[in-house]
């Protein structure tokens, strides 16, 4: 049983919002691919700094805004930890993935691209690793090309080295699709880029929540991800950057925090991170996010990934048994996402009376409408597991599956 790779019950009892019911039944919440649910630690690290510690950061010689100081400075440390980054200079506070990869675009990508220069993104990838890039096209004109992938939802790293030249720039890809679960070897993608002298942006928003990320592994440029997806607040994330190039690269915005010393002729920029950090910080976001981190590193980040492939490859056996079901993205690797569609039914509908059943799942395009133009599908519905789940959950997910089709069909 999944359940004895980790101590469930004792993981599941930090969730305090999974004891309601919703519509007259036990919550099964399988949205964690939106947004995660939050366990007590986090919530708890954020009552007690509003409580206790609230004090903006930075300024203050008193001592609370040095102890407020300290703790966000401590969940930086935390983060390059958890990234295993070299150093926190390399550790950016952003708002999430979204404005991680816009950060890059603006600042990295205004600075080092040209007309005729090369992005290339995968298929697979969701619209805030596609949208930014399109944005400098249309303003400067680099070309932004696509890795497509196959119906399993594969890229090839073939097709990958045919399609990088001397014009490739940048490879953005993202290591966990949300949208079909699949993940990219990234490593060996980096290195493919990087042997034409390109760089690598890896969106990790999927990732980070499923399995432990080594940056210095992946060897990646940079890398984004969002604290709410991974059992922290929303509104927090993290911009992991080479300190090479952030020393190099033009702040965002600008603002307080982010300078050493302003006249009206002449502004010189503060040291790594805060020069990418204007203005007052989400310091209680950050303080969550400490814990979010910290929460699943006392459950293991192997224990968690190993714990929901099993749970992943129930929730798939039990989905194909029923007729009608077809799972979209059957990529040999992949984590805790399952995305499918039931033939002759719109996916609105059906998590429409999922609901009914007390269970949250996605029906939409997934932020990744060009995932849905490839599987010719015009949304899926999609159970994104966490360590919160079990196989209860996915029994009522295929029993409500069964109801819907029952009274749909
Ligand atoms: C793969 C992927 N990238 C980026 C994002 C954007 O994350 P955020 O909305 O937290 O900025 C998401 C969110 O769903 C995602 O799944």
Redesign the pocket.
Known sequence: MAETLLDFSQVRAQFPILEQTENGHPLVYLDG??TSQKPLQVIEAIDTYYRKQNANVHRGVYGLSERATELYEGAREISRGFLNARSTKEIVFVR???EAINLVAHSWGRMNLQAGDEVIVTEME?H??IVPWQLLRDQLGIRLTVLRMNDLGEVCMNALKGLVSEKTKLLAV?HM??ALGTINPVKEMAEIAHSVGAKVLV?G??ATPHMQVDVQDLDCDFYAL?G??MYGPTGI?VLYAKEALLEVMPPYQGGGDMIYSVTFEKTEYNVLPYKFEAGTPNIAGAIGLGAAMQFMQSIGLDRIAAYEAELLAYATERLKEIEGVRIIGEAENKGGVISFVLEGVHPHDMATLMDQDGLAVRASHH?AMPVMQHFKVPATIRASLGVYNNREDIDRLVASILDAKEMLL
Request: with cysteine; hydrophobic share 10%; aromatic share 0%.
């Open positions: 691919g939106a999430g993935t979204t969701h805030s690793n993202t699709s949300n969106d928003a999927q969002s709410h997806k994330g932020c």
